[in-house]
């Protein structure tokens, strides 16, 4: 179990411009907890740009994590800063492209294969890379994290109401990838926790055009959901290494 309370953890959140992420960035920074916020607009978020000017010990990284150049170049500049992130935090993902006006699929013929590789790129491909990339920064032999935000709808059991096809087949092959991870860590981070984490229906731009069914109570603020998240990664250990977890800390079947 990692220990907040007695030594400062450094975060490295990904997706930190907009919903969860964001909100997980301020949690841990009202807290004094030291975060590194990557996102492909950081230097332009007035939100991340505001949190630094009240001295929080919050450093912003502009990076597109779906792509490798870039990862390349975010892992030099963490080399350069000398910051060893002892938690990974990724919170990128995509439901619908707002700028093509693509939205989840609702039957077969809706499927394109533009839609297909987006999907996949940025919510299976960029978690596994961003593993790839800044795993060999991180402490071998102390507690560490690496978390992604997947989603339930990833869940191939739970896969009763279809739709979706592209949002939910990236999400099922990011949890493999995850899985594959916490198998190979295993031998290699001793003490590293490799969790695929469900956030619930929160209410950000990525769920803004569906939240039209969500029951009454149901649908999180990003700032319950970032609290919710973080005290399952704060307090994961060995029981979560390698698991598919909800934001109640109930596990969810593959
Ligand atoms: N909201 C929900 O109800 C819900 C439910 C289940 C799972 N989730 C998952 O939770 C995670 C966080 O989502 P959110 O609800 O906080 O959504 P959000 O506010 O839309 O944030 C998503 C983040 O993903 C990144 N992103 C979006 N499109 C991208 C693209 N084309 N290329 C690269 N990066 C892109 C952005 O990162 P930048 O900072 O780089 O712009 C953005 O900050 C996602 O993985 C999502 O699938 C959300």
Redesign the pocket.
Known sequence: MLRDDLTPTTRLI??????????LVEYWLSRQHPVI??????SQ?ETLQSLQQKGLPLRCI?????DPDQLEALTKRLKEWEAAPQQII??????H?A?TGQAPEKRLEDINLQRLQ?SF???TF?PILLARALLPLMPRRQPGIFA??????GSIEDNHLGGWYS?RAS?AAQNQLLRTLSVETRRRYPQLCVLA???????????AP??RNVPEGK??S?QR?ARQLAEIIDHAGEAQHGRFIAWDGKPIPW
């Open positions: 990904t997706g930190a411009s907009s919903g969860i992420g964001l909100a916020a990557v996102s492909r607009h950081a978020c502009d990076t597109d994590i779906a990724n919170c990128v993902g995509l439901l492209d700028t987006q790129a940025i919510n960029a992604s935000i997947s989603a339930r709808v949002y999400k984490l469900h956030p619930g229906t929160t209410d950000t731009p990525l769920s569906f939240q649908l999180f990003p959901a």
